[in-house]
Each structure stands twice: as C-alpha cells, then as structure tokens.
C-alpha cells in the first residue's frame, strides 16, 4: 500500500473530488464545539479538531435506525442502509472504539443493520495533534491505532502523510494524482508523532494497566465509592449518549394512524436511565442510582472484558465533559480503587 505526502490545498481538492463523487462525512465546527455531519464542500472540513461533541459511531450506529417496516396481514420488509460513504477524520480513540464495535456486533448473534452500514463506510483516521481537556487515550493505549481503519493520515511539519490500508483506502488514493510519494524521513518523523501522541493524551493519569480493571473491579462490588459518587446522579443518561464505546438500545413500534402498518425501530438507550433495567411487572433490576452506577463501571472495566476481552473504554474523556455533577470521570473512580487495594 502507498503513503503520499501532500499540503492542505491539495488534500482539500482531495476532499472536493470524493464529495463530488458521493456521500462525505467529516468533522465541523459547530460554534464552541465540533460535530460530524455530511461534508458539502471541504472547507467545512475541521482538521485541527480536539474531540467531537457525539462520537463518529452515530453514522456507523445511528441515534434512531429503522430495522423493518410491517403492515397488516403479517408482512414485513427489513431495512439495510448500505449506501456507501467515507468517514473522514475519524480519531485513533474513536476508532478504536469503532473496532470494539465491530467485535461486539459481528461475534455471534450478527447485527445485519449494523453490518450493512460498517461494510458499505472507508474509514479514514485522522492522528490528533490536540489532546482533549479531558482526554486518558495514552493510559488506555488509544491515542494511537495501527488498524480497522482504510486510510490514516497523520500532520508531519505541516505536510499530511495520507497512508492507505486497504482496497478501500487505494480506492481513495486513486484520485490523489499527481501526488509524491512519502521519503523515508517523513515516515520517520510520523513514528515520532505517533510516539509523542502515546503518551501526550493523558490529561488524567489511570494508576493501573488497563488490564488490570477486571480484576480490580471484581474485588470491589461492595465498594463505598458506589454510593459515595451516585450520591450526586440525576440519571440523565449524558455519559451513555456521548460514550463511543456504549452500543446499548431500545425496540420500539410506531404504528401508523389507520392501523395497517408501521415501523420497527431502534433508539440509543442508557443503562444510567431510570427505566433500563425495566421489565414486565414493572420489576427494575437496578432500581438505585448506586446500582446503575456501579453496572456502568463494570460494563466498561470488567463484562466486556469476560466477554472480548477488551476494556470498553477508550479515554475520551467525552463523559467527564458532559456530566454536571463531576460523577462520570472513569480514572477518578479507578484511582480510588486501586489507592483501597493498595
């Protein structure tokens, strides 16, 4: 696979020849913060972006997705989107999410909507120079990523060394004509960044390895940090939304006026929401904020581990960000386990 180097003038004719020729969605900025959206030119395009407000899953797992469309008589017609379309500055902690998504969606029991949308996206990775405030990607080993993705492109002295992966990613390249190739120097210096951004994003520092969350948690279901913290929760669920790693939701039926027909859908849903752990009876398995509390932290620390062994949690830092009453920060409630171990 082949690595260009090119200037910023010419990665956006880049950007313009792919929006001309299909769906782009990239990062923009949006007032005092930045969302992904469908690209209409590429100056909208935010390269020096710290983090975005929901995470770039949304177009991969959509807030509110239609699974099937039914009508009277018992018929029913499933609903795939596999329009294809290129993710474009997708962050290393983001994708590394992404690539947990796809572990948990594609092992065992496969999510066909899920499928469809993730074969029919390229991916391409952009290496952050600007670590968000609350970012811990260095602790979590996300600050960097080396797969999942079909191009990468990392700023090396205020050049892009666009780097395609895949069939996909060469696809992509094809229209970068004219294009030089990569020196050797300049992929000298990108294992520099990639060096300097391992340990850069760690604006909070975990006291232990990632790997050592199962085990720290399972040694701490009694732990007075649970009440102590849910103490101040409103159950607003804003850590669920804006996780990139959180991939729980809801089945609902809209049934259309006249009653001959309607859709299936699903939405985004929260295991910090009141109603979660609501089933038939009105009996709620975790009826207390200490009980929800506690079963985010272990979902992300140690049931995804037992399951993929992977720790699903990538060190945004996105849910520090948006909780009001300064419960949500993963590292804050780690430390103060590991200090109780110690």
Not at 80 to 102: K, T
Not at 173 to 186: M, Q, S
Not at 311 to 320: D, M
């Amino acid at each position: 696979m082949s690595v260009k180097k090119i200037d910023r003038p010419f990665l956006n004719q880049w950007v313009d020849k792919l929006i001309s020729k299909g769906k782009v969605v990239g990062p923009q900025a949006r007032r005092d913060q930045y969302e992904f959206d469908e690209l209409k030119m590429s100056s909208e395009l935010a390269l020096d972006y710290d983090i975005s407000k929901l995470p770039p899953k949304k177009f991969i797992f959509p807030q509110t997705e239609v699974l099937m469309k039914f009508k009277e008589g018992g018929k029913f017609e499933s609903a795939l989107d596999n329009e294809p379309f290129v993710l474009f500055g997708v962050h290393p902690y983001d994708m590394s999410a992404i690539n947990q998504m796809d572990a948990f969606f594609t092992t065992g029991q496969i999510d066909p909507n899920y499928k469809a949308r993730r074969e029919a996206a390229t991916l391409v990775v952009l290496d952050s120079d600007k670590p968000p405030k609350n970012t811990f990607a260095s602790s979590m080993g996300t600050a960097t990523v080396k797969e999942g993705f079909d191009v990468i492109i990392t700023r090396v002295n205020g050049s892009f060394l666009i780097d395609s992966r895949t069939k996909k990613g060469e696809a992509l390249l094809a229209e970068l004509k004219g294009a030089p190739d990569a020196k050797t120097a300049d992929l000298k210096e990108r294992e520099k960044v990639w060096e300097k951004n391992s340990q850069a994003f760690n604006k909070w520092e975990l006291k232990c390895k990632p790997t050592d969350l199962p085990k720290l948690l399972e040694g701490s279901y009694d732990h007075p940090v649970w009440e102590e913290m849910s103490k101040r929760c409103f159950s607003c669920g804003s850590c669920n939304l804006v996780c990139p790693t959180c991939y729980c939701f809801d089945v609902r039926d809209d049934v259309s006026w006249d009653l001959k027909g309607g859709d299936r859908y699903r939405v985004w849903d929260g295991c910090m929401l009141t109603e979660f752990a609501m089933v038939a009876g009105n009996h709620n398995f975790r009826k207390n904020r200490k009980e929800r509390y506690r079963h985010r932290f272990f979902r992300k620390g140690k049931y995804l581990w037992d399951r993929l062994k992977q720790i699903s949690c990538v060190g945004c830092g996105r849910c520090t960000t948006v909780c009001v009453t300064n419960i949500a920060n993963p590292v804050e409630v780690y430390n103060k386990l590991v200090e109780t171990k110690k």
